[in-house]
């Protein structure tokens, strides 16, 4: 499948547990990011990542962890959830430094109890 | 204060209408200006771009800057059904900042009844 896929498209967990999304695209596009979505608050950013192995903070980094091994692949690891990571996670790309469009998946709806 | 305000609506019209969205910002060294679709359980979909203050047009859709009162406004004629979305401005400073952050608006729920 072409384009940007996340996955799983809705997670229920319980609080203190470690939980992956994942994100794939098809593109090569070198910047990856991670965003979520709250009423309120709109979309803000949590990490992003320049190219594979280049990763850094957004505006809401904490309790997240990222990694980026291959261009094609960005996960977000929360090592210990807690309820206020209820939320639509998003995972966009774009192609290069000079591009403004951003591809957005279709979002990770995750709950924790 | 948030950098970038939308009102979040609800906003409801009928088929045909004018839509007017709008948002306020207040860093003065934003020059990029979106504004992205988002239907319901989809992701955001970039529908407008500008640069700096002037129109754009594209079919229905114009986006409007005015950077001297730091407001941008989308506008949709003959709104039909299928523009039922959340609509989202977003800005950025500079194109493709190393930071790749863009500044969101909450969005706009827009509902176009026929």
């Known amino acids: 499948d072409a384009g940007i896929t996340q996955s799983p498209r809705y997670k229920i967990t319980e609080t203190g547990r470690q939980v992956t999304l994942m994100c794939h695209q098809t593109w090569s596009h070198s910047y990856m990011f991670w965003y979520r979505q709250d009423l309120g608050h709109g979309l803000r950013l949590i990490y992003y990542s320049a190219a594979a192995d280049i990763t850094d903070k957004g505006e809401v980094p904490d309790g997240y962890v990222v990694s980026r091994s291959k261009t094609e692949n960005f996960p977000l690891t929360l090592e210990s959830a807690t309820r206020s990571q209820t939320s639509v996670y998003f995972c966009?790309?774009?192609?290069?430094?000079?591009?403004?469009?951003?591809?957005f998946g279709s979002g990770t709806q995750l709950s924790v109890l | 204060q948030k950098e970038v305000e939308q009102d979040p609506g609800p906003l409801s019209v009928p088929e045909g209408a004018i839509v007017s969205l709008n948002c306020t910002y207040s860093n003065s060294a934003f020059q990029y200006f979106m504004w992205y679709r988002q239907y319901s359980r989809k992701g955001p979909e970039l529908l407008m771009y500008?640069?700096?203050?002037g129109n754009k047009e594209d079919g229905r859709f114009t986006a409007q800057v005015d950077k001297s009162s730091k407001y941008i406004s989308l506008f949709i004629r003959d709104s039909q059904p299928s523009d039922s979305a959340t609509y989202l401005c977003a800005m950025s400073p500079d194109r493709g900042s190393t930071l790749g952050r863009l500044y969101f608006g909450r969005g706009t729920q827009l509902t176009v009844w026929p």
């Open positions: 500008t640069y700096s203050s």
């Open positions: 966009a790309s774009r192609l290069d430094r000079g591009r403004e469009k951003l591809f």
